[in-house]
């Protein structure tokens, strides 16, 4: 959607729905799950299914004037790493020691990491069909390469180029229009002032009037009146300033941990110090260490990651959304449908109707 182009808001929908929904609604404690499997071997198997791709429309009526931070939101952790380029060199983010060995043993060195930066599995428009609508955009510009071709990054760079991907989320969009979603641009790796205005001009151009430039936190009824899809959240505050369709960076709660009980109990804690006001990421991704690394040379974080996914539904599904001090918002994980995650997170917000 170009910049010029105006869209027509759309009418109130479901009219009829919005007479008889309040009864229907409280009365439905979940939508169906969606996704994949784990095998016995404990790999990953997506299995296709497109059951949350329209679940905002969906949603009860009650709550469609629910602000979106007291919504209960699927996100991806580290959205794009499922075309990490295997070719390409080491961030230069990285310590010194992981470069070196890159360039003496880069045969070694790159199936390594790259076996442990993968967090995802289906791509952009896959993970959008699965319900996910936080997308966590890891920006950066490599050294070597054109001078205005934008990667994303985890330790290593993408095959695909970040404007080729804002424009497949804008084609998503034009085919899901009752559907939000929210980008958070992060990371900005050898981004220059330059490279940042163009970044931004990017999505101003691809995105046009879907976006929703930043101000109080809307519902999805106010942002389908105003035909908006899109809030851009970046990480870079001085051009955060200088631009109203930007907003500011969104608290991503990241734990650090090797085991999810130890996640779990992060997260526990930063609830009870109370939740941010707008909003907010809780990451229910693990994060391995150079310890657990060398101790499982035959792993990934894939393997890591799959066996602990049980634990942490668990833990999805006992949480709340909402005002609350403890309520959550934003809930992102890794290998988005390897289970029945987004319809967990989805199926929070019925708790809604019953307070």
């Given at each position: 959607?170009?910049?010029?182009?105006?869209?027509?808001?759309?009418r109130?929908?479901?009219?009829?729905?919005?007479?008889?929904?309040?009864?229907?609604?409280?009365?439905?404690?979940?939508?169906?799950?969606?996704?994949g499997?784990?095998?016995?071997?404990?790999?990953?198997?997506?299995?296709?299914?497109t059951?949350n791709?329209?679940?905002?429309?969906?949603?009860?009526?009650?709550?469609?004037?629910?602000?979106?931070?007291?919504?209960?939101?699927?996100?991806?952790?580290?959205?794009?790493?499922?075309?990490?380029?295997k070719?390409?060199?080491?961030?230069?983010?990285?310590?010194r020691?992981?470069?070196?060995?890159?360039?003496?043993?880069?045969?070694?060195?790159?199936p390594?990491?790259?076996?442990?930066?993968?967090?995802?599995?289906?791509?952009?428009?896959?993970?959008?069909?699965?319900?996910v609508?936080?997308?966590?955009?890891?920006i950066?510009?490599?050294?070597?390469?054109?001078?205005?071709?934008?990667?994303?990054?985890?330790?290593?760079?993408?095959?695909?180029l970040?404007?080729?991907?804002?424009?497949?989320?804008?084609?998503?969009l034009?085919?899901?229009p009752?559907?939000?979603?929210?980008?958070?641009?992060r990371n900005?790796?050898?981004?220059?002032?330059?490279?940042h205005?163009?970044?931004?001009?990017?999505?101003?151009?691809?995105?046009?009037?879907?976006?929703?430039?930043?101000?109080?936190?809307p519902?999805?009824?106010q942002?389908?009146?105003?035909?908006?899809?899109?809030?851009?959240?970046?990480?870079?505050?001085?051009?955060?300033?200088r631009?109203?369709?930007?907003?500011?960076?969104?608290?991503?709660?990241?734990?650090?941990?090797?085991?999810a009980?130890?996640?779990?109990?992060?997260?526990?804690r930063?609830k009870?110090?109370?939740?941010?006001?707008?909003?907010?990421?809780?990451?229910?991704?693990l994060?391995?260490?150079?310890?657990?690394?060398?101790?499982?040379?035959?792993?990934?974080?894939?393997?890591?990651?799959?066996?602990?996914?049980?634990?942490?539904?668990a833990?999805?599904?006992?949480?709340?959304?909402?005002?609350?001090?403890?309520?959550t918002?934003?809930?992102?994980?890794?290998?988005?449908?390897?289970?029945?995650?987004?319809?967990?997170?989805?199926?929070?917000?019925?708790?809604?109707?019953?307070?």
């Amino acid at each position: 959607m170009g910049a010029g182009v105006l869209r027509e808001p759309l009418r109130d929908p479901l009219t009829d729905r919005e007479r008889t929904g309040a009864r229907r609604c409280r009365g439905h404690a979940g939508w169906p799950p969606m996704g994949g499997q784990l095998s016995a071997s404990g790999s990953f198997q997506s299995l296709p299914c497109t059951t949350n791709a329209d679940w905002m429309s969906a949603l009860c009526p009650l709550l469609w004037d629910v602000p979106l931070h007291h919504l209960s939101i699927p996100g991806s952790h580290d959205t794009m790493t499922y075309c990490l380029n295997k070719n390409s060199p080491i961030s230069q983010t990285q310590s010194r020691l992981l470069q070196l060995l890159d360039k003496v043993l880069p045969c070694v060195t790159r199936p390594l990491v790259l076996k442990w930066s993968t967090t995802q599995v289906l791509n952009v428009t896959e993970q959008l069909d699965a319900g996910v609508r936080y997308l966590d955009l890891r920006i950066a510009h490599m050294l070597v390469g054109s001078e205005k071709n934008l990667h994303f990054v985890h330790m290593v760079y993408t095959t695909v180029l970040v404007e080729d991907t804002l424009t497949e989320i804008s084609e998503w969009l034009e085919s899901h229009p009752r559907e939000v979603v929210i980008l958070a641009c992060r990371n900005f790796e050898g981004m220059t002032e330059d490279l940042h205005e163009y970044l931004v001009a990017c999505i101003k151009n691809i995105f046009g009037d879907m976006l929703c430039p930043r101000g109080e936190v809307p519902t999805l009824r106010q942002l389908w009146a105003r035909g908006q899809q899109v809030i851009v959240s970046y990480e870079e505050a001085s051009v955060v300033s200088r631009h109203a369709e930007l907003w500011p960076g969104i608290p991503y709660w990241w734990g650090d941990q090797v085991k999810a009980q130890e996640l779990i109990r992060y997260l526990e804690r930063m609830k009870s110090c109370g939740r941010p006001g707008g909003l907010f990421v809780a990451g229910i991704n693990l994060t391995e260490n150079l310890a657990y690394v060398l101790g499982h040379p035959s792993e990934s974080l894939q393997k890591m990651t799959l066996p602990s996914l049980p634990c942490l539904r668990a833990w999805v599904r006992e949480q709340c959304p909402g005002p609350g001090a403890r309520c959550t918002n934003v809930i992102a994980g890794d290998f988005i449908g390897a289970d029945s995650f987004v319809g967990d997170v989805v199926g929070l917000n019925a708790k809604l109707l019953h307070r």
